[in-house]
């Protein structure tokens, strides 16, 4: 008996998976799908308390007491890019960076983190038309895709290194291979829920505009945008989001690469700037900031970096508090080495300062991070 239905089970099996294979077949045989990721792994350590944990946002504590050890492999991760060889072309990339939320009940306050999640980096759909393409999808903003040499995932932000990615939709412009225009509405918070961006009932504004001089290329970008309090004393108060982004990339030569970018603006949280502080009416956040990078990449299997970065919000527009951030600065060198031709072994050394507005005056928190990884691309 049990044979039999072991047997009528299997049949069933393959019965459903025939279409499923010939769908497989046929999508193969449409479009060009090409599978690719990481396999990454972190070890860390802080000497001294920062926030964000892998991340190193910033310093919160300079006590020994606070110093922290970590490995982590969830910045692994895996895509797929899929097209038709011609108009039409999609990419969807995840990882497990996503961190899930604990419920607040009476007896816990809720942790953030807890379990590391799949989340989507990337997930988009272009559609090309000459000279035009559109794009509709989660991709990175209109940002200078320029980032640090960093091998940490947070690529230095909130100290000067401007990134995010965000739902949207793209107009692209390429005017030659050297110039290109674009413009996007894009989802105006980088939260994930409904909140303070959601609610001005307005999506943000992005345009970006890129030129190659010769090996070098430039990129301007500018964003407008809105948020809406719902929360405390500035509950329905409206806050202006604003910037200007100069990103660069300059090949010195066939070793040395320098880039950077340098920014203004204000409530800069959607894109890593003004160390996340926001405000509202007369009390919006301004901020400016950058960095410098340089790249070290001699023929061989060894590449270095060294990097410096500064986060520089508005000090009269942030009230004196014990959380109250004013500047955060960073600077970062690391030494990479390819072993086997596969696999990139990176240690990173950096400082981190982050300064505070606190009742009784300024204040500087600094701590040393240090991380190893492991990088296997596929």
Request: hydrophobic share 40%.
């Amino acid at each position: 008996m049990n044979k039999s239905i072991f047997s009528a089970a299997i049949l069933a099996l393959a019965i459903c998976c025939v279409p499923a294979l010939e769908a497989q077949e046929a999508a193969a045989a449409k479009y060009k799908v090409n599978f690719y990721g990481q396999i990454k792994s972190d070890i860390a350590y802080d000497l001294y308390g920062v926030a964000g944990d892998d991340y190193m946002q910033y310093v919160t504590y300079q006590k020994a007491s606070e110093r922290d050890f970590r490995a982590s492999a969830r910045g692994t991760r895996f895509g797929l890019d899929i097209t038709d060889g011609d108009k039409v072309s999609a990419k969807i990339e995840t990882d497990f960076l996503g961190l899930s939320e604990n419920v607040v009940t009476s007896t816990s306050a809720g942790t953030g983190g807890s379990t590391a999640d799949l989340r989507i980096r990337h997930a988009y759909v272009t559609l090309k038309a000459g000279k035009f393409e559109i794009l509709a999808g989660q991709t990175w903003h209109l940002l200078p895709l320029e980032l640090s040499g960093t091998n940490n995932d947070f690529f230095t932000g909130y100290s000067g290194v401007l990134w995010m990615r965000a739902p949207q939709l793209r107009l692209t412009y390429k005017a030659s291979d050297k110039v290109s225009f674009a413009a996007a509405a894009v989802r105006p918070t980088r939260k994930l829920t409904d909140a303070e961006g959601t609610a001005s009932g307005l999506p943000q504004g992005q345009v970006q505009a890129q030129v190659k001089v010769g090996r070098a290329k430039f990129t301007l970008m500018g964003a407008a945008g809105q948020w809406r309090s719902a929360f405390g004393a500035s509950a329905g108060k409206k806050g202006e989001v604003l910037l200007a982004d100069l990103g660069y990339n300059i090949p010195l030569s066939s070793v040395f690469t320098l880039n950077g970018q340098l920014w203004t603006g204000q409530n800069l949280y959607d894109f890593l700037g003004g160390i996340g502080n926001m405000g509202y009416g007369s009390a919006e956040v301004k901020a400016s900031g950058g960095f410098a990078n340089i790249l070290i990449k001699p023929e061989g299997r060894f590449s270095f970096n060294a990097a410096y970065g500064v986060d520089n919000p508005l000090n009269s527009k942030i009230p004196k508090s014990a959380t109250a951030k004013t500047k955060n600065r960073i600077l970062m060198a690391n030494a990479g080495c390819l072993v086997y031709d596969k696999v990139t072994v990176t240690l990173e050394a950096a400082k981190q300062v982050t300064e505070y507005k606190l009742p009784g005056g300024y204040e500087d928190r600094g701590n040393l991070h240090y991380q190893m990884s492991f990088k296997f691309p596929f």
